[in-house]
């Protein structure tokens, strides 16, 4: 299973988080031979624990980052048509409270700066609710005191499989990207580095020499900074954000929720037949690789949705899944956390470039012009002929290739309607491989849950083609099963089962994945 690892290349990146693997997947494309090490799974950091959204972020308006927010809405746009499968246009409601910090007034004008800094890349103009209107929409929201409701639109992204979808389109343009892979240490040499890193599977030491390094290690960066001898106290300053999952309170609408008592805003969102609530935003200087949703947290998101959704079931005993990461923020002296910088810094020492902040949704954006950084460094001209083209992007108009899916697939491959729009979302246009494995094993087309889209051939393929190396790769990245009600019950017996026949486990790794997995859930199971 382990590729062919160069002895040399023109570039190392060190983090397969969406900064690395948008990145390796954009180097790759242009001519530079490519090795991504990720130490644990791609995406198991940051990146698959954001809100899920390509947004503008209308709350930084009030903070006069008009650029930060204009970057945002036309980056929406753009991943919008490079990954229609993974991501959707979503519509929010903004509503508005008497004695709320921001008055009426204030996301009236917010809502018409956001459309006028979208431009024509608009997904929909806003509109303003009187309080009878917005409970039309919405009918549990807290009628008491509801001065009227803002629309405006956005848009949701799977960010785990985002991550993945770079990576797998950083591999088909010639890169290699390695999880489990962690590198030990860095010696700067003349005309590069030499990197030393360890193989997690093969339980061994090996190194390679890149002409060319980028940390884009996220919250990891000091770490990784230390490797290099660097002063690393002020790279990143981490902010903790927690989320909840919960049972769906709207199913066509997210909601802005204005906090009280510490001006913030969090989400409400539809996602995954649940609502995602979030988020938090607390520093935290702990070891990253122990970061974990805390019960205040927990208590204050509850609280601040609770209030706007009274008769709803967001309530502490009803929390399905929770969890947390860190944002790699640019360091800055800012009291409070929320109101650090979300602009990403590109720092370049000679042939050493190092990616902090950013925003999911900018990611694309940020990646071409750290890649003109390493061009420059390396003396090295773009080859690529044309823009980059993820593997699930269907080569049909997206809609065109939904319905036909949800058509023709049941009826080719026994499946249910519901199960192939999964299928689609989850894939695109690589679906059908994961449906040509039912043509080799019938038994596959089995669903892993009876109350769940996922079936058997979506392990198999997430260990044959999509890297998954762990039991918590597949259900909380690959499929993010992990964060349903049916998360445990018989689908992860049924996974690990499958995953063990792939990867000849024993029947004690085969528990050891179980309870590597059961420890990574909120609430903890006992």
Same mark, same amino acid.
């Given at each position: ?7 040399? /290349? ?22 530079? &031979? ?11 950091? $940051?990146? &698959?624990?954001? $809100? ?19 970057? #945002?809405?036309?980056?929406? %746009?753009?991943?919008?048509?490079? /990954? ?36 024509? =890349? %608009? ?33 949701? /992204? ?25 590198? $030990? ?19 061994? $030491? ?22 290099? %001898? ?12 927690? =989320? ?18 510490? %001006?913030? *805003?969090?989400? *409400? ?88 902040? #950013? ?14 950084? *390493? ?98 790769? /597949? ?52």
């Amino acid at each position: 299973m382990n590729p062919h690892i160069p002895a040399k /290349v023109d570039l190392v990146i060190i983090g397969g988080g969406i900064n690395g693997a948008g990145l390796a997947a954009q180097a790759a494309q242009s001519g530079l &031979s490519v090795v991504l090490f990720e130490k644990d799974d791609f995406a198991s950091g $940051t990146s &698959s624990k954001s $809100t899920k959204l390509f947004h503008g972020g209308i709350r930084y308006l009030e903070q006069g980052r008009f650029s930060l927010v204009f970057e #945002g809405l036309h980056e929406r %746009n753009r991943l919008l048509k490079m /990954v229609p499968h993974l991501s959707r246009p979503i519509p929010f409601l903004l509503p508005s409270y008497t004695g709320d910090s921001r008055p009426a007034w204030m996301l009236k004008i917010g809502l018409m700066l956001y459309d006028l800094l979208a431009g024509s =890349h %608009n997904i929909g103009k806003h509109q303003w609710f009187s309080p009878k209107e917005a409970l039309a929409k919405a009918p549990t929201l807290k009628k008491e005191g509801l001065k009227g409701c803002g629309l405006y639109y956005d848009a949701q /992204v799977n960010d785990a499989r985002l991550v993945l979808e770079n990576i797998l389109g950083a591999e088909k343009a010639g890169a290699c990207c390695l999880n489990y892979h962690t590198v $030990t240490e860095i010696d700067q040499e003349p005309s590069g580095f030499r990197i030393t890193y360890w193989d997690d599977q093969a339980k061994k $030491t090996s190194s390679l020499f890149a002409a060319c390094l980028v940390n884009a290690s996220g919250p990891w960066a000091n770490e990784t900074a230390q490797l290099l %001898n660097q002063d690393s106290d002020k790279l990143v300053r981490p902010t903790r954000g927690t =989320h909840i999952v919960v049972p769906q309170v709207l199913s066509d609408h997210a909601v802005l929720i204005t906090t009280q008592g510490d %001006n913030r *805003v969090i989400f *409400v969102i539809p996602w995954r037949g649940y609502s995602l609530v979030g988020t938090t935003d607390i520093d935290d200087s702990n070891d990253p690789d122990n970061t974990h949703p805390t019960e205040e947290e927990i208590d204050y998101l509850v609280e601040q949705a609770d209030r706007v959704f009274p008769g709803s079931a967001i309530k502490k005993e009803n929390i399905v899944a929770a969890f947390a990461g860190l944002r790699p923020l640019a360091w800055g002296d800012e009291k409070q956390a929320s109101s650090v910088s979300r602009e990403d810094q590109i720092i370049k020492k000679r042939r050493l470039i190092t990616i902090i902040g #950013g925003k999911l949704t900018t990611y694309h954006h940020m990646a071409q012009r750290a890649l003109k950084q *390493v061009l420059f460094a390396l003396d090295r001209k773009n080859l690529a002929k044309e823009e980059l083209a993820l593997p699930g992007m269907p080569s049909q108009p997206w809609v065109v290739f939904l319905n036909e899916a949800v058509e023709n697939w049941p009826k080719n491959y026994g499946i249910t309607s519901e199960q192939a729009s999964h299928l689609a979302h989850l894939y695109g246009q690589r679906a059908e491989k994961v449906l040509a494995l039912i043509q080799e094993n019938p038994e596959w087309k089995k669903a892993l849950h009876s109350d769940r889209p996922e079936i058997a051939a979506q392990v198999i393929f997430a260990v044959r083609e999509e890297k998954a190396l762990h039991l918590d790769d /597949v259900l909380l990245r690959r499929l993010e099963i992990g964060y349903s009600a049916q998360r445990l019950e018989q689908t992860a017996e049924k996974a690990a089962s499958l995953m063990a026949g792939l990867l000849d486990w024993s029947d004690k790794d085969r528990q050891t994945e179980l309870e590597n997995y059961k420890n990574q859930l909120y609430p903890k199971i006992l």
